[in-house]
């Protein structure tokens, strides 16, 4: 299957939200869909577009149809441990229809060409020990860190 990823447009709005919060969509995969309202979704698009905010986003496009198939969310943050920032890869989503023909890995690629273009030193992410499949992607495009994610009670 033939794929573009390219920055997110003001334009792809309708699509990318499906994807979002549309049924089948990355909220509910993660059974958020109470945690995530429409003024967060409108907050967190606007700022992919906004130039004076580091947090961006990608997308895949289907080049036979024209359509918006996957995303990745990514935001670049100071790091006491480096000078540089450090990019973390926020979201990644891949339409259940698209899903092992490659596409997440073309946008987990998209986001390490970006961390380097941005000049972040390191770029990272985390999932769901439940999440097999990602994590089949991720052996082969990434290392396991080893540490384990805390919240303060009553945050996730
Ligand atoms: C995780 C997700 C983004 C992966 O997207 P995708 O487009 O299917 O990923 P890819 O096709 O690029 O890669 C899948 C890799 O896993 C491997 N894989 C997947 N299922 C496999 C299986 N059952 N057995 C062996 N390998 C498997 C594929 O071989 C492929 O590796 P390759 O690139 O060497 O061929 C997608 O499944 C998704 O959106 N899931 C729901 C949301 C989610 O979990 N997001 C991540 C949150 S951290």
């Not at 709005?13 to 909220?27: D, Q, S, V």
């Not at 109470?34 to 997308?59: K, N």
């Not at 985390?126 to 945050?155: C, I, S, W």
Request: charged share 20%; proline share 4%; hydrophobic share 40%.
């Amino acid at each position: 299957m033939s794929v573009t990823i390219r920055p997110i447009e003001a334009k792809d709005k309708e699509e990318w939200l499906n994807l979002w919060t549309g049924p089948g969509g990355y909220i509910e995969f993660y059974k958020a869909q109470s945690a995530i309202t429409p003024e967060i979704s409108d907050t967190t698009f606007a700022r992919f577009l906004d130039p004076t905010v580091p947090m961006y986003s990608a997308v895949a496009v289907d080049d036979s149809t024209g359509k918006v198939i996957g995303f990745a969310n990514y935001l670049a943050h100071l790091n006491t441990w480096t000078v540089e920032d450090t990019m973390y890869l926020n979201d990644l989503f891949v339409s259940a229809d698209n899903r092992l023909h490659g596409v997440g890995r073309k946008l987990i690629e998209h986001v390490y060409a970006e961390t380097d273009k941005l000049g972040c030193k390191k770029c990272y992410w985390m999932t769901q020990f439940e999440n097999h499949r990602a994590q089949l992607l991720y052996t082969k495009v990434g290392v396991k860190g080893g540490f384990l994610a805390y919240f303060r009670p009553g945050d996730i």
